[in-house]
């Protein structure tokens, strides 16, 4: 684990804490406060009132504990990339000015209701008429403009670090390729392509390495977002997107497709495996290598090239040349199939081949109506396929 | 004996001649009526859509509906709420209240104007025909599932193929060609109507914020128009506008999308605004603080919001100048929209509150627009859009925006207006369950969709995985939801209950300053019997208090 700014967790968790308490105590009081105002108020007036505050300083205590918790899992406050952390550091800065911004606009609406409520507005003369002042209307006209353009060097700067021009030349090159409902990563400059899953090498403090993407769409707009390695960018079609990032940590990060893209939109999932340059350098090595012939698979082959099946997927090394569907070369080095759909294991592949609408509603790849022991046979071979 | 004439003479008229009537009135108020019962048919659908997606996505990999059937969902959900629920029942209470406000007797154009109510009432049905008659990617019965902006390529005969699209262009393209009748209507009979000395600087703050309204429809919605007809060309005609396939442009659609689209969200916030700039100073006992600067904002709004459409596509790949330049633009619509909001609680300040249901409509619409503005501004620092784009925390900050904020002001337009147009007060205390129930209802339901977003869950998806920490988010939302379908099942039953049972309102049981409250509850078919003359914003109060008249001070 490579991380140069340590972990965030605990110090986010003592400072949540602190809020946490402040807000109960000064809810308490609030709550105090109204009990003391609306005595002779009638009664559902009161209860509601009562029931108005508890519910709130719940919702603060559920918010406050639940801060922590976002830190973890997938959050993106758990920033694992140069580029996530810095849009983290911003989440911060922003989150504090317009915190400040709401605590002071909503204690003052607060504070008016509770200070003029009236009881018996009826009966009792008109309050003093305030027609507006000039002073205070340019004085709440000029505050909010120098708060938006302190916002805005803020964003002009930011926006300038994470561009792709500020990639570092030593990236490594990757094309992702969104179709309907799963990824292609093309790793064009060593020769191979893969689904689904993309292995990326973890650089250390000194040389950060980076990961450049090429982003392509076979069909509609996608969206590609890992949100623990930073913000997302559209696939597409008929345009190239490019974005960047440079991992600090190594792992399995989990994301999705961001762009409503049809029927299976929510299993179009992606995982980005971040290791070390070695573990990468050999899982490179392994995918440029055509599919593997083991005399295992023989008949599962030959099933495989007869069938349709080459029409969609290619296998390296043999004749399917397909390149609708996802590539199989390596199919048992990926963890999962169906675009995150199920564990890439034998019994699942049994049950996708036998008819991926199982798993998958509406999925391009169509049911072809195998017999189960050619559904057996496929699957012998597709396992071979390390 | 002639009381008993009165009550029972309207009920021997035959069922026909009152269809008859109701088919082909001009009269404002009875069109204004009519938008939003017809509204209130929409937000039970609209409702019920939203209800089964939080039914959906009470648990991971729950399967109460299929996938197709959850993207229709959010599909007409959207769609629904946005052309057929609040579009209508602004278009309804401007149509019922600003003649009154203004001193008119009826519409500058009264046969334009029912024109534009059938207009949208069928565009409604032609959308939701398409759940009997569309034939869809799956058959017979598919309502759209292209989510209500549409974005091509999905839009593309490869990619939705049958007509159930045609069914969405159709119908919201008729709609629109109704907002833009109501528009130029409204335009017409503000600019022309008003009473004798009611100039536009004396004109009720609701009665501004639907003249700019009302010139946003104008410049909105012509450009949608033609991008869904070049659309249909696309579909039916072989035209390759937006066919990526054919080297259309995908992003094109996305451009005239929210070209209309931003400043839609303008054309359903600002009447709201224009009920909160009527409900809040009535209730305070005090005039709007700041009258001009309010008018300023109202127009300012109007301009900025045309220029920020592209703050919809900052993860689209545009380039830095152009994502600069809107963000800019889109943190300086939030200096006018604070402007509202400072004036709102200024007015507070010294009032003498009345804790009437409409008002607290109004204060609950001040909490939560102001955190739907705050997380505005969070998604206008552009790679924190790139974050929180198109994620639950997205759907969070619209809700507060179009929910909390717009929907409350409408209810509070409800229980303030109701004792006008019906002659009887709603019920208080199911008002006041039903503003409780929604207000924690919705919080219940939307707070939690932050948390959910800043997970990592998109929007739009039928299904989350398990294991991410976001279980628990969804299932308040869905607890949320259905606290918030009770209260508006409460609402609808005062609605009804106090149509037959409520209180008599009388003339002004508000006691309250603008036109409408000088004539009877319900005003007759001429409105005044004598068209008042105007001296200030505030006539009523004039009248009230001659001795310390309202035209002293502006």
Same mark, same amino acid.
């Given at each position: 684990?490579?991380?140069?700014?340590?972990?965030?967790?605990?110090?986010?968790?003592?400072?949540?804490?602190?809020?946490?308490?402040?807000?109960?105590?000064?809810?308490?009081?609030?709550?105090?406060?109204?009990?003391?105002?609306?005595?002779?108020?009638?009664c559902?007036?009161?209860?509601?009132?009562?029931?108005?505050?508890?519910?709130m300083?719940a919702?603060?205590?559920?918010?406050?504990?639940?801060?922590?918790?976002? =830190?973890?899992?997938?959050s993106?406050?758990?920033?694992?990339?140069?580029?996530?952390?810095?849009?983290?550091?911003?989440?911060?800065?922003?989150?504090?000015?317009?915190?400040?911004?709401?605590?002071?606009?909503?204690?003052?609406?607060a504070?008016?209701?509770?200070?003029?409520?009236?009881?018996?507005?009826?009966?009792?003369?008109?309050?003093?008429?305030i027609?507006?002042?000039?002073p205070?209307?340019?004085?709440?006209?000029?505050?909010?403009?120098?708060?938006i353009?302190?916002?805005f060097?803020?964003?002009?700067? #930011?926006?300038?670090?994470?561009?792709?021009?500020?990639?570092?030349?030593?990236?490594?090159?990757? *094309?992702?390729?969104?179709?309907?409902?799963w990824?292609?990563?093309?790793?064009?400059?060593?020769?191979?392509?893969?689904?689904?899953?993309?292995?990326?090498?973890?650089?250390?403090?000194?040389?950060?390495q980076?990961?450049?993407?090429?982003?392509?769409?076979?069909?509609?707009?996608?969206?590609?977002?890992v949100?623990?390695?930073g913000?997302?960018?559209?696939?597409?079609?008929?345009?190239?997107?490019?974005?960047?990032?440079?991992?600090?940590?190594?792992?399995?990060?989990?994301?999705?497709?961001?762009?409503?893209?049809?029927?299976?939109?929510?299993?179009?999932l992606?995982?980005?495996?971040?290791?070390?340059?070695?573990?990468?350098? @050999?899982?490179?090595?392994?995918?440029?290598?055509?599919?593997?012939?083991?005399?295992?698979?023989?008949?599962?082959?030959?099933?495989?090239?007869?069938?349709?099946?080459?029409?969609?997927?290619?296998?390296?090394?043999?004749?399917?040349?397909?390149?609708?569907?996802?590539?199989?070369?390596h199919?048992?080095?990926?963890?999962? +199939?169906? =675009?995150?759909?199920?564990?890439?294991?034998?019994e699942?592949?049994?049950?996708?081949?036998?008819?991926?609408?199982?798993? %998958?509603?509406?999925?391009?790849?169509?049911?072809? %109506?195998?017999?189960?022991?050619?559904?057996? /046979?496929?699957?012998?071979?597709?396992?071979?396929?390390? | 004996? $002639?009381?008993?004439?009165?009550?029972?003479?309207?009920?021997?008229?035959?069922?026909?001649?009152?269809?008859?009537?109701?088919?082909?009135?001009v009269?404002?108020? @009875?069109?204004?009526?009519?938008?939003?019962?017809?509204?209130?048919?929409?937000?039970?659908?609209?409702?019920?859509?939203?209800?089964?997606?939080?039914?959906?996505l009470?648990?991971?990999e729950?399967?109460?509906?299929?996938?197709?059937?959850?993207?229709?969902?959010?599909?007409?959900?959207?769609?629904?709420?946005?052309?057929?629920?609040?579009?209508p029942?602004?278009?309804?209470?401007?149509?019922?209240?600003?003649?009154?406000?203004?001193?008119?007797?009826? !519409?500058?154009?009264?046969?334009?104007?029912?024109f534009?109510?059938?207009?949208?009432?069928f565009?409604?049905?032609? &959308?939701y025909?398409?759940?009997?008659? =569309?034939?869809?990617?799956y058959?017979?019965?598919?309502?759209?599932?292209?989510?209500?902006?549409?974005?091509?390529?999905?839009?593309?005969?490869?990619?939705?193929?049958g007509?159930?699209?045609?069914?969405?262009?159709?119908?919201?393209?008729?709609?629109?060609?109704?907002?833009?009748?109501?528009?130029?209507?409204?335009i017409?009979?503000?600019?022309?109507?008003?009473?004798?000395?009611?100039?536009?600087?004396?004109?009720?703050?609701f009665?501004?914020?639907?003249?700019?309204?009302?010139?946003?429809i104008?410049?909105a919605?012509?450009p949608?128009?033609?991008?869904?007809?070049?659309?249909?060309?696309?579909?039916?005609l072989?035209?390759?506008?937006?066919?990526?396939?054919?080297?259309?442009?995908?992003?094109?659609?996305?451009?005239?999308?929210?070209?209309?689209?931003?400043?839609?969200?303008? +054309? &359903?916030?600002?009447?709201?605004?224009?009920?909160?700039?009527?409900?809040?100073p009535?209730f305070?006992?005090?005039?709007?603080?700041?009258?001009?600067? !309010?008018?300023?904002? *109202?127009?300012?709004i109007?301009?900025?919001?045309?220029?920020?459409?592209a703050?919809?596509m900052?993860?689209?790949?545009?380039?830095?100048?152009?994502?600069?330049?809107?963000?800019?633009?889109?943190?300086?619509?939030?200096?006018?929209?604070?402007?509202k909001?400072?004036?709102?609680?200024?007015?507070?300040?010294?009032?003498?509150?009345?804790?009437?249901?409409? !008002?607290?409509?109004? &204060?609950g619409?001040?909490?939560?627009f102001?955190i739907?503005?705050? /997380?505005?501004?969070?998604?206008?620092?552009?790679?924190?859009?790139?974050?929180?784009?198109?994620?639950?925390? &997205?759907?969070?900050?619209?809700?507060?925006?179009?929910?909390?904020?717009?929907?409350?002001? +409408?209810?509070?337009?409800?229980?303030?207006?109701?004792? %006008?147009?019906?002659?009887? !007060?709603?019920?208080?205390?199911?008002?006041?369950?039903?503003?409780?129930? $929604?207000?924690?209802?919705?919080?219940?339901?939307?707070?939690?969709?932050?948390?959910?977003?800043?997970?990592?869950?998109?929007?739009?998806?039928?299904?989350?995985?398990?294991?991410?920490?976001?279980?628990?988010?969804?299932?308040l939302?869905?607890?949320?939801?259905?606290?918030?379908?009770?209260?508006?099942?409460?609402?609808?039953?005062?609605?009804?209950?106090?149509?037959?049972?409520?209180?008599?309102?009388?003339?002004?049981?508000?006691?309250?300053?603008?036109?409408?409250?000088?004539? /009877? #509850?319900?005003?007759?078919?001429?409105?005044?019997?004598?068209?008042?003359?105007?001296?200030?914003?505030?006539?009523?109060?004039?009248? %009230?208090?001659?001795?310390?008249?309202?035209?002293?001070?502006?």
């Amino acid at each position: 684990m490579i991380s140069s700014r340590g972990h965030r967790s605990p110090q986010l968790l003592n400072i949540n804490l602190t809020l946490v308490l402040a807000a109960i105590r000064s809810c308490l009081k609030l709550a105090a406060m109204i009990d003391h105002r609306i005595e002779s108020a009638p009664c559902p007036l009161r209860i509601n009132v009562r029931l108005l505050t508890w519910s709130m300083m719940a919702l603060l205590i559920i918010a406050g504990t639940a801060t922590p918790a976002l =830190a973890e899992n997938n959050s993106i406050f758990s920033p694992a990339s140069s580029n996530s952390e810095k849009i983290n550091d911003i989440f911060y800065l922003v989150l504090a000015i317009t915190g400040l911004i709401f605590v002071v606009v909503f204690g003052a609406i607060a504070a008016f209701v509770l200070r003029f409520w009236s009881r018996d507005a009826e009966t009792a003369p008109e309050p003093p008429q305030i027609y507006g002042s000039w002073p205070i209307e340019i004085a709440w006209t000029i505050a909010p403009l120098l708060i938006i353009f302190v916002l805005f060097l803020i964003v002009i700067r #930011s926006v300038n670090e994470q561009r792709p021009e500020r990639a570092p030349s030593d990236a490594l090159k990757v *094309t992702a390729v969104g179709h309907q409902w799963w990824w292609a990563f093309d790793y064009r400059e060593h020769g191979f392509i893969t689904a689904n899953e993309l292995h990326v090498p973890l650089g250390d403090e000194e040389h950060p390495q980076s990961v450049f993407l090429e982003l392509e769409s076979a069909d509609v707009v996608h969206s590609f977002w890992v949100p623990r390695l930073g913000g997302k960018t559209d696939l597409v079609p008929n345009r190239v997107n490019t974005m960047w990032f440079a991992p600090r940590e190594a792992g399995i990060f989990t994301g999705q497709c961001a762009e409503y893209c049809g029927t299976q939109h929510s299993k179009m999932l992606l995982r980005v495996i971040v290791e070390s340059p070695d573990e990468f350098e @050999q899982w490179v090595e392994n995918q440029q290598k055509p599919a593997v012939d083991d005399p295992a698979g023989a008949a599962g082959k030959k099933l495989f090239l007869e069938l349709s099946c080459a029409n969609c997927h290619t296998i390296r090394g043999t004749g399917a040349a397909g390149t609708f569907g996802p590539d199989l070369t390596h199919l048992m080095s990926r963890q999962t +199939i169906g =675009a995150g759909v199920q564990d890439n294991t034998r019994e699942n592949l049994l049950i996708w081949i036998a008819n991926p609408h199982t798993f %998958k509603t509406g999925c391009h790849m169509p049911d072809m %109506k195998l017999t189960p022991e050619q559904v057996e /046979t496929v699957v012998s071979y597709l396992i071979t396929l390390k | 004996m $002639q009381a008993d004439t009165y009550t029972v003479a309207p009920a021997r008229r035959p069922l026909t001649s009152v269809m008859h009537e109701w088919v082909t009135t001009v009269d404002h108020k @009875q069109l204004g009526i009519m938008y939003i019962i017809a509204s209130c048919g929409f937000l039970v659908l609209g409702g019920m859509e939203a209800l089964l997606m939080r039914l959906q996505l009470w648990a991971p990999e729950m399967d109460l509906v299929s996938p197709d059937t959850f993207n229709q969902l959010f599909t007409m959900h959207g769609t629904t709420m946005i052309f057929f629920v609040v579009m209508p029942v602004e278009a309804g209470m401007a149509n019922y209240f600003v003649p009154l406000m203004i001193g008119a007797r009826d !519409m500058a154009f009264p046969r334009l104007n029912a024109f534009g109510f059938w207009m949208f009432l069928f565009g409604g049905f032609l &959308l939701y025909f398409s759940y009997f008659g =569309a034939m869809g990617l799956y058959g017979a019965g598919s309502a759209p599932d292209i989510g209500w902006y549409a974005y091509a390529p999905l839009t593309s005969p490869a990619f939705s193929r049958g007509n159930s699209t045609d069914y969405w262009l159709l119908g919201t393209m008729l709609s629109g060609v109704g907002s833009v009748s109501f528009a130029v209507n409204m335009i017409a009979t503000i600019i022309t109507m008003r009473a004798p000395g009611m100039r536009l600087s004396t004109m009720p703050l609701f009665g501004w914020m639907i003249l700019v309204t009302s010139g946003l429809i104008l410049f909105a919605f012509p450009p949608f128009t033609a991008a869904e007809i070049m659309m249909l060309f696309d579909r039916h005609l072989g035209a390759h506008f937006f066919d990526t396939q054919a080297g259309g442009d995908g992003l094109l659609w996305q451009h005239l999308f929210w070209f209309f689209g931003h400043p839609e969200v303008y +054309i &359903l916030a600002l009447p709201a605004f224009g009920i909160i700039s009527e409900v809040i100073p009535v209730f305070s006992r005090k005039v709007i603080f700041g009258y001009a600067t !309010m008018v300023m904002a *109202t127009v300012g709004i109007g301009f900025i919001s045309m220029g920020v459409w592209a703050h919809h596509m900052f993860t689209v790949g545009m380039s830095d100048t152009i994502d600069l330049l809107f963000s800019g633009a889109t943190f300086l619509v939030a200096v006018p929209t604070g402007i509202k909001m400072f004036n709102w609680t200024a007015t507070l300040y010294g009032g003498r509150l009345r804790m009437t249901v409409p !008002m607290l409509f109004a &204060l609950g619409f001040l909490a939560l627009f102001l955190i739907g503005g705050l /997380t505005g501004i969070m998604l206008a620092v552009v790679p924190m859009d790139w974050q929180l784009s198109d994620s639950y925390f &997205l759907i969070a900050h619209f809700h507060f925006v179009a929910f909390g904020g717009i929907l409350f002001g +409408i209810m509070a337009g409800y229980y303030y207006w109701y004792p %006008k147009a019906v002659g009887r !007060m709603m019920n208080r205390k199911l008002g006041l369950w039903h503003f409780w129930l $929604q207000f924690i209802g919705f919080n219940l339901t939307f707070v939690p969709m932050h948390f959910s977003g800043v997970l990592g869950m998109p929007r739009r998806v039928y299904t989350f995985e398990a294991g991410y920490g976001m279980e628990i988010w969804n299932q308040l939302s869905t607890i949320g939801a259905v606290v918030t379908g009770i209260s508006l099942a409460i609402f609808v039953v005062n609605l009804i209950y106090s149509y037959f049972r409520g209180r008599e309102a009388g003339d002004d049981p508000w006691n309250a300053w603008t036109l409408e409250w000088a004539t /009877t #509850s319900p005003p007759p078919a001429y409105n005044f019997e004598e068209i008042p003359t105007v001296k200030s914003r505030r006539p009523l109060w004039d009248l %009230k208090h001659p001795d310390d008249p309202d035209w002293k001070h502006e």
